[in-house]
């Protein structure tokens, strides 16, 4: 399984970016898939998770109503819309396939590259 991100960028504070990942290989559909993010010096974190059919998703408690985690099995494509961005948001963005809707970090089976999102005060 390989996943591509792409749609980072800079944007002030209350902007909205988009990012968009690109999955190939076998068993996609069938997966969880998630969003994951590092700010400087910081460890890398769950952001949302979405289960294989869309209809069950996860969002940590700092991302909640701001952040839209949806796919699109057709396309073999996950998304993250996210609104009302703060400089808090600034990190390297990563798609990935967790093994369980939790999102647990450690549990991960693959990941995408990153895409660099920075939002400016």
């Known amino acids: 399984v390989q996943l591509q991100a792409s749609g980072g960028g800079l944007v002030q504070a209350g902007g909205s970016l988009s990012l968009s990942c690109v999955i190939s290989?076998?068993?996609?559909?069938?997966?969880?898939l998630g969003w994951y993010r590092q700010a400087p010096g910081k460890q890398r974190d769950l952001v949302a998770t979405?289960?294989?059919?869309?209809?069950?998703?996860k969002y940590v408690d700092s991302v909640r109503g701001r952040f839209t985690i949806s796919r699109d099995n057709a396309k073999a494509s996950l998304y993250l819309a996210m609104n009302n961005l703060q400089p808090e948001d600034t990190g390297v963005y990563y798609c990935?396939?967790?093994?369980?809707?939790?999102?647990?970090?450690?549990?991960?089976?693959?990941w995408g590259q990153g895409t660099q999102v920075t939002v400016s005060s």
């Open positions: 990935a396939v967790p093994a369980s809707i939790s999102g647990n970090i450690a549990r991960v089976l693959y």
């Open positions: 290989g076998s068993g996609f559909p069938g997966r969880v």
């Open positions: 979405i289960s294989s059919g869309g209809a069950t998703t």
